[in-house]
């Protein structure tokens, strides 16, 4: 070797080293008040996906749509996806070699001293099917990722359901409950009157004046409980509640519970629990798992690090000729030497959190089964209980009209027609009442299946 040749090693070796820096990727900061500002910009026009504008009045499917563009814990799990992806390119390369550079002053008993250079490679050879190993764990990640990513899909979706029949379902409470303060407001005028001519005891009209302020709150109750579904449509959508000022939120046949389809099928629970996003998390957990217990099952054989060294110099030692130094190469090998134990404690470990991977599917498992067979058989009562109601009120209804055709002949007073008018509102506020405990239980049947049972989205 020449001597331009040994001093332009350690130079190759530090250009190679400045090369592995380059490319880095540039800054990307970010500023809360700057997010905040974004956030507070977001409108709902401009959407991709060919939404109409939203003051026409979306469908679920519409609002749905809309959430997957926008929500922000949805782009959370999305950029969860793309890094667990990443993480499978990394687990795919070979590991790179690492360099040592080294020099040593030596002193040879002639008194002559000399510097010795010198450059080491360390060369990992990898275990039988470590790197499959790996590649296989990065992808069961990446599938952990993707089950969490359409859990909170459905989740979005449920939220969102919910939000818009809280919404609706408030917006037609209040408009009964106006028309309830205004007939108990007549009542109460009406008990006035009475009063003053000495018709109606006191303590009466103070009853409808406490049943007309208790009218009132319920109507303020409605309007709190509007404005807070509609604050948890814009959460669920992801844009701020100013966003839906324009918005028209409609969900025309939500109290036609009779058109909701009540069969349910064997098909859909069997899928419900081999399917579901959570029983596909902890089947993956538990391939994780085993994928562990053979990791460590294959460290009881020794990893290779293969060391190649050259070393150069030593001229200014001189004590004859044989003792000369001018190059030297060597080749070493390390590997972990299993004195003390062959890893039986890890591979106990790793078998124990097998076993509790498995336990941890069949207890998710058992869930999914009693949600199901909560909602398969809350269902069928509830929808009794709304037809039950809707009876009683047809029965209020009739009564309400036979009073007015009896005022109208004399037979009756208004009194009687305002009571008849407020018993059938009352009626009508129940069948509502009964139809939104149907609604939510409806959806907790689609909760459990995991899948939409009407509307656009089942289509």
Not at 312 to 317: E, K, P
């Amino acid at each position: 070797m020449t001597p331009n040749t040994r001093r332009g090693l350690p130079a190759a070796a530090a250009c190679a080293l400045l090369a592995a820096c380059m490319h880095t990727p540039p800054a990307a900061p970010l500023e809360p008040a700057a997010t905040l500002a974004r956030f507070n910009a977001r409108t709902l026009p401009g959407l991709s996906g060919g939404l109409p504008a939203a003051s026409a009045g979306w469908d679920r499917s519409q609002w749905l749509s809309a959430a997957l563009q926008l929500n922000p814990q949805l782009g959370e799990q999305r950029a969860a996806v793309l890094a667990a992806a990443a993480a499978e390119r990394s687990a795919a390369e070979h590991p790179n070699p690492g360099v040592e550079l080294f020099a040593e002053y030596l002193t040879a008993s002639a008194q002559s001293t000399a510097w010795l250079y010198g450059v080491s490679l360390d060369f990992l050879l990898r275990r039988p099917a470590e790197r499959a190993r790996a590649r296989q764990q990065a992808a069961l990640q990446a599938a952990l990722a993707q089950s969490e990513l359409a859990e909170s899909i459905w989740q979005v979706r449920a939220a969102l359901r919910q939000a818009l029949l809280d919404a609706v379902s408030a917006r037609d409470e209040m408009a009964l409950l106006e028309a309830l303060v205004a007939e108990r407001q007549a009542l109460v005028d009406s008990d006035r009157a009475r009063v003053q001519l000495g018709d109606l005891a006191r303590t009466q009209m103070l009853a409808d004046e406490l049943e007309l302020a208790r009218a009132r709150q319920r109507r303020q109750q409605s309007r709190t409980r509007a404005a807070d579904a509609v604050a948890r449509l814009a959460a669920a959508v992801g844009v701020p509640s100013t966003a839906l000022a324009s918005a028209s939120v409609r969900w025309d046949d939500w109290a036609a519970i009779g058109a909701l389809q009540s069969a349910s099928s064997e098909r859909w629970r069997t899928e419900a629990l081999i399917g579901r996003p959570q029983i596909t998390h902890a089947l993956r957990e538990y391939d994780l798992s085993q994928l562990s217990l053979q990791r460590e099952v294959a460290r009881r054989w020794p990893q290779l690090h293969i060391t190649p060294a050259y070393a150069w110099g030593g001229d200014g030692i001189r004590e004859d000729a044989r003792g000369a130094l001018d190059t030297e190469s060597a080749l070493g090998v390390s590997f972990e030497l299993p004195l003390f134990n062959r890893h039986r404690g890890p591979i106990a470990e790793a078998l124990a959190r097998r076993t509790a991977a498995g336990e941890h599917l069949k207890a998710v498992q058992a869930q999914i089964f009693e949600q199901i067979e909560r909602a398969e058989r809350a269902w069928p009562a509830v929808r009794e209980a709304w037809q039950e109601t809707g009876e009683l009120a047809a029965l209020a209804e009739r009564r309400s009209n036979a009073e007015e055709r009896a005022l109208r002949e004399g037979a009756s007073d208004r009194a009687g027609v305002l009571a008849s008018r407020i018993a059938a509102t009352e009626a009508r506020l129940a069948v509502l009442a009964a139809a939104y405990t149907a609604e939510v239980a409806y959806g907790a049947l689609e909760d459990a299946y995991h899948r939409p049972l009407e509307g656009d989205e089942a289509q």
